[in-house]
């Protein structure tokens, strides 16, 4: 449960809004249709409630469902901080600093990832986004983007690259990080020798946190169940896991049970293949003094 609200995210208020009510509806022994019939309000309302997908949650909603609930005074004074903070702050990507930079369905992911408790990535070309540096992505930007972006839009999509990793470091709640890249993510000279050793420096500074988890898969491990392309797999308390994938064509996620799956077993098999996180740490460092 969040306890410091006035440093939690909106993304993060209304996830723990949705589950502590979710709790008190199971423990007032109520189905969901009878608490609409007292509410007087749409099945669809309860869900978003209970789900945190309203971006604006009115405290007067959370009031009148405590209320049907009998929710103690400091439970009750809780989920109210957590609908105000909904409604007196913005969640970072909607503001208009970034928002020109974020198409509306790398925005829907930013939610996803805001939210999530874990996130499982493997990257076979890249430094995962959320382990990058300035440096390093203004090299990918200006590589991959042969549209003569302006100096302002390129200084917003690092922006957004930069504030992303705040999920690394929140006060409450830290995203759990788990990175599995091959080999040659180490090896490729991005941007210059100089970017590069900046890049694995950080990489090795990254990888020392408690919340974060980094193997390679050695060029050695042969082939391997990444050699299909990148994923990323968000993780949820509550809520079942989904799949994020990026390429050239554009983003997708991916929710069907039996295909996420899939993704859960490549990843496992991809986390025996690659060498441990001590032994990884060794190639990250032996990987400086290429560069």
């Given at each position: 449960?969040?306890?410091d609200?006035?440093s939690?995210t909106p993304a993060l208020?209304r996830?723990?809004?949705g589950?502590?009510l ?6 007032a022994?109520?189905?969901s ?8 309000c749409?099945p669809?309302k ?12 009115e ?6 469902l405590c ?18 903070v ?5 969640d ?12 509306p369905?790398?925005?829907?992911y930013?939610?996803?990832e805001?939210t999530?408790?874990?996130?499982q990535?493997y990257?076979g070309e890249f430094?995962?986004?959320l ?20 100096a302002?839009e390129?200084?917003?999509?690092v922006?957004v690259r930069?504030t992303?990793?705040d ?9 759990r990080f788990?990175?599995i890249v ?5 090896r ?7 970017v590069?050793?900046?890049q694995?420096?950080h990489?090795?500074?990254?990888a020392?946190?408690p919340?974060v988890?980094?193997?390679?898969v050695?060029?050695k491990?042969?082939a ?9 797999l968000?993780?949820?308390?509550d ?8 390429n ?6 991916v ?7 899939q993704?859960?077993?490549?990843f496992t098999?991809?986390?025996i ?13 032996e990987?400086?003094k290429?560069?």
């Amino acid at each position: 449960m969040i306890t410091d609200v006035e440093s939690a995210t909106p993304a993060l208020c209304r996830l723990q809004l949705g589950r502590e009510l979710r709790k008190l509806r199971a423990a007032a022994g109520l189905t969901s249709t009878q608490v609409v019939r007292k509410l007087i309000c749409s099945p669809s309302k309860l869900t978003r409630l209970e789900t945190g997908e309203n971006a604006v949650v009115e405290t007067a909603d959370v009031m009148a469902l405590c209320e049907i609930y009998g929710a103690r005074p400091e439970v009750r004074e809780l989920l109210i901080g957590y609908a105000a903070v909904t409604k007196t702050r913005k969640d970072w990507w909607q503001s208009p600093e970034y928002r020109p930079a974020i198409s509306p369905t790398f925005k829907a992911y930013l939610g996803l990832e805001a939210t999530a408790e874990a996130l499982q990535t493997y990257q076979g070309e890249f430094v995962p986004g959320l382990l990058q540096t300035e440096d390093y992505v203004r090299s990918i930007i200006h590589e991959l983007r042969t549209d003569g972006l302006p100096a302002d839009e390129i200084d917003r999509l690092v922006a957004v690259r930069m504030t992303r990793q705040d999920v690394l470091r929140r006060p409450e709640q830290p995203l759990r990080f788990a990175a599995i890249v091959n080999e040659s993510v180490l090896r490729r000279q991005v941007g210059g020798s100089a970017v590069m050793r900046g890049q694995v420096e950080h990489l090795i500074e990254m990888a020392s946190q408690p919340a974060v988890r980094v193997q390679v898969v050695p060029f050695k491990a042969g082939a391997h169940a990444g050699m299909d392309g990148a994923f990323t797999l968000l993780r949820y308390e509550d809520a079942s896991p989904i799949v994020y994938l990026e390429n050239l064509g554009g983003a997708s996620v991916v929710r069907r049970r039996a295909d996420v799956a899939q993704y859960e077993e490549a990843f496992t098999d991809l986390q025996i293949l690659a060498v441990g996180p001590q032994e990884s740490l060794g190639m990250i460092k032996e990987a400086i003094k290429e560069f």
